[in-house]
T-cell receptor, first 110, second 117 residues
Framework: SQQGEEDPQALSIQEGENATMNCSYK?????LQWYRQNSGRGLVHLIL?????REKHSGRLRVTLDTSKKSSSLLITASRAADTASYFC??????????FGSGTRLQVQP | EAGVAQSPRYKIIEKRQSVAFWCNPI?????LYWYQQILGQGPKLLIQFQNNGVVDDSQLPKDRFSAERLKGVDSTLKIQPAKLEDSAVYLCASSSAPRGRASYEQYFGPGTRLTVT
């Protein structure tokens, strides 16, 4: 079963707008990672946030983590057409490997 | 730095046939993963190697799937015989994580899209 579930499943915005996607998970985590997947390609790591961190920034990306609510959010500011992709959260629960959610499909209209 | 290489990129086979996928991880990465990604879903781990040893194969359908990582570098994933529900993208990833810990980012290859007819 999926540990993380992203919301919304799909999101369509205009270029320049901000995009927010959320991830909820079920069990305690060591860290949470966000990945991007362009159509027909492999996944690319975006950012990692540890369980003792609440917020992290990387360029136009901002990730928050609320361990009490078992949720995380990814904010992409000033979106571009090139941001069109699927975004996945992945959790490290202490098992060896990451567990991925089902993803949010983001469409940025030029 | 060269990325994770996978081949073939696409494969179409009939059910009950066999197929093999190849992966070459980033040089020096001890941990290698094979994932199955069904359309519209996130990747699901099939098997994880640490060097040439299996760390986790709990979700690998062992009656039809097999994988090996000889000499702790390249890896192959085989399906024999294939079923219709095996249609998916098979992703290989590698990581520099010591002892297979998940706290490190994973580097993914482009994947192999398998269609079983």
């Amino acid at each position: 079963s999926q540990q993380g579930e992203e919301d919304p499943q799909a999101l369509s915005i205009q270029e320049g707008e901000n995009a927010t996607m959320n991830c909820s998970y079920k069990t305690s985590i060591n860290n949470l990672q966000w990945y991007r997947q362009n159509s027909g390609r492999g996944l690319v790591h975006l950012i990692l946030i540890r369980s003792n961190e609440r917020e992290k920034h990387s360029g136009r990306l901002r990730v928050t983590l609320d361990t009490s609510k078992k949720s995380s959010s990814l904010l992409i500011t000033a979106s571009r057409a090139a941001d069109t992709a699927s975004y996945f959260c992945a959790t490290d629960t202490g098992r060896r490997a990451l567990t991925f959610g089902s993803g949010t499909r983001l469409q940025v209209q030029p | 730095e060269a990325g994770v290489a996978q081949s073939p990129r696409y494969k179409i086979i009939e059910k009950r046939q066999s197929v093999a996928f190849w992966c070459n991880p980033i040089s020096g990465h001890a941990t290698l993963y094979w994932y199955q990604q069904i359309l519209g879903q996130g990747p699901k781990l099939l098997i994880q190697f640490q060097n040439n040893g299996v760390v986790d194969d709990s979700q690998l359908p062992k009656d039809r799937f097999s994988a090996e990582r000889l000499k702790g570098v390249d890896s192959t994933l085989k399906i024999q015989p294939a079923k219709l529900e095996d249609s998916a993208v098979y992703l290989c990833a590698s990581s520099s994580a010591p002892r297979g810990r998940a706290s490190y980012e994973q580097y993914f290859g482009p994947g192999t899209r398998l269609t079983v007819t």
